[in-house]
C-alpha cells in the first residue's frame, strides 16, 4: 500500500488542488475576460466640432469594430476640460468610462481646485497625437517674419494683442512663453473658443494668434491669414516653407496634444487593451489620412510613457503659469 504521504501521491493531491483552484478561479478568469460586454462611454470635456472632439469620431468607427462595442461619445465641456474629467475620475474603475484629454489637462491642477486628484483618480491610456501651434496673424499684417514682429512689439510696448481661447489654454501658454523669450509685451485677450477669436484674428482686430494649426491651415491656404513660424522643433510637413519659432529663439517649443485616458484603479489588462487598439488604429488609411490633413502626428507608446508625459508637460508650463500670473476665473 502507499503510505499516504509518498512522492505520488503528493503529485495526485497537487494536481488534483491545480485543478480546483482552476475551477474556483474560471468565472473571474472569465469575467476578466469578456470586457468589454457593454457599450462604452467615451467623455470629451470640450463642445462638439474641435479637435478632439473630431479625432474621438474619427476613432469611434474602428474601436467599435475592434472592441466589439458601441463607443457612446457624450459632450462635457466647461472649466478648461477639467468639468468633463472630473466625471470621468469619479466613474467605475471597470473600463466603461474612458476620457479623451486635451493639452490643459496637464495644466488644470494648476490653476483650478479640482474635486480629484488627476494622479490618483485618472489612469494615463494612450497618448495620440500632438499637433503644432502656429504663430498668425492677419493676412495684411505689417509684418513677415518673427523678427518683424518681435522688432514691431517692441517699438510699440503693449499696443499688440494676442488672442487665446481662454486662460491656462495652450495658445495663452505659448503667447506667454513667447513674450519672456522675445522681452516684449502683448495684450492678453480670451475668447471662449477657437472659433470667435480666430474670426478676429481674420478681421483684423487682433494681431496675433498662437493657434492649432488643424484650425487654420484652410485659411493660411487660402490666403486669408498670415503665418509667420511654427512652434514645432522642426518645421511641418504640410507648411514646409514655413520657419520655427527656435529657429529665431532657439529652444522654444509649444505644441498642443491629445490623449485617452481612464478612471484611476482601471484594471491593466484592458488599459493595454485600449492602448493597443488605439494605437492600431492609428495606423489605418482613414486615421492616417485624417492627421495628415490636419497636421496632426501620431505618437504610438505606452500608458506609462503618456504617463511621464503628462508630467513633463506640467512641469514645463509650471514657471510660465508663474511668471506670467496665470489665473482662472
Do not use: C
Not at 468607427?61 to 462635457?76: D, H, K, S, W, Y
Not at 479623451?100 to 474635486?115: E, I, Q, S, W
Not at 470667435?196 to 491651415?217: C, K, N
Not at 498642443?256 to 494605437?279: C, F, K, Y
Amino acid at each position: 500500500m502507499d503510505h499516504p504521504f509518498s512522492s505520488d501521491r503528493r503529485a495526485a493531491l497537487r494536481a488534483g488542488g491545480s485543478a480546483l483552484a482552476l475551477a474556483l478561479a474560471a468565472p473571474a478568469l472569465r469575467a476578466q475576460g469578456a470586457w468589454p460586454s457593454k457599450p462604452i462611454q467615451v467623455v470629451v470635456p470640450f463642445p462638439p466640432g474641435g479637435i478632439i472632439d473630431n479625432v474621438t469620431r474619427a476613432l469611434q468607427p474602428r474601436l467599435e469594430a475592434t472592441l466589439g462595442q458601441p463607443l457612446v461619445i457624450e459632450n462635457r465641456a466647461g472649466a478648461g476640460g477639467s468639468i468633463g474629467s472630473a466625471v470621468v475620475a469619479k466613474a467605475r474603475p471597470d473600463g466603461y468610462t474612458l476620457l479623451m484629454a486635451f493639452d490643459t489637462h496637464a495644466v488644470n491642477p494648476l490653476l483650478y481646485k479640482l474635486p480629484f486628484d488627476s494622479d490618483k483618480d485618472l489612469t494615463p491610456v494612450a497618448l495620440i497625437g500632438v499637433s503644432p501651434l502656429l504663430v498668425v496673424t492677419p493676412a495684411d499684417a505689417p509684418v513677415q517674419s518673427i523678427r518683424e514682429l518681435v522688432a514691431l512689439a517692441k517699438s510699440r510696448p503693449g499696443a499688440l494683442n494676442y488672442a487665446s481661447t481662454g486662460a491656462g489654454s495652450s495658445n495663452q501658454l505659448a503667447a506667454e512663453l513667447f513674450k519672456m523669450t522675445a522681452g516684449i509685451d502683448m495684450a492678453h485677450v480670451p475668447y471662449k473658443g477657437g472659433a470667435p477669436a480666430i474670426t478676429d484674428v481674420l478681421g483684423g482686430r487682433v494681431d496675433v494668434m498662437f493657434v492649432s494649426a488643424t484650425s487654420v491651415l484652410q485659411h493660411i491656404k487660402a490666403g486669408k491669414m498670415k503665418v509667420l513660424a511654427t512652434t514645432t522643433p522642426e518645421r511641418i510637413p504640410q507648411l514646409p516653407d514655413v520657419p520655427t519659432v527656435a529657429e529665431t529663439y532657439p529652444g522654444y517649443v509649444a505644441q498642443s496634444w491629445l490623449g485617452m485616458l481612464a478612471p484611476g484603479q482601471t484594471p491593466p489588462d484592458i488599459v493595454a487593451r485600449l492602448n493597443r487598439e488605439v494605437h492600431a488604429a492609428l495606423e489605418t488609411p482613414a486615421l492616417r489620412s485624417l492627421f495628415q490633413a490636419q497636421a496632426l502626428r501620431a505618437v504610438p507608446g505606452t500608458p506609462q510613457d503618456f504617463g511621464r508625459f503628462i508630467h513633463a508637460q506640467a512641469d514645463g508650463w509650471r514657471d510660465v503659469i508663474r511668471k506670467a500670473n496665470i489665473k482662472v476665473d
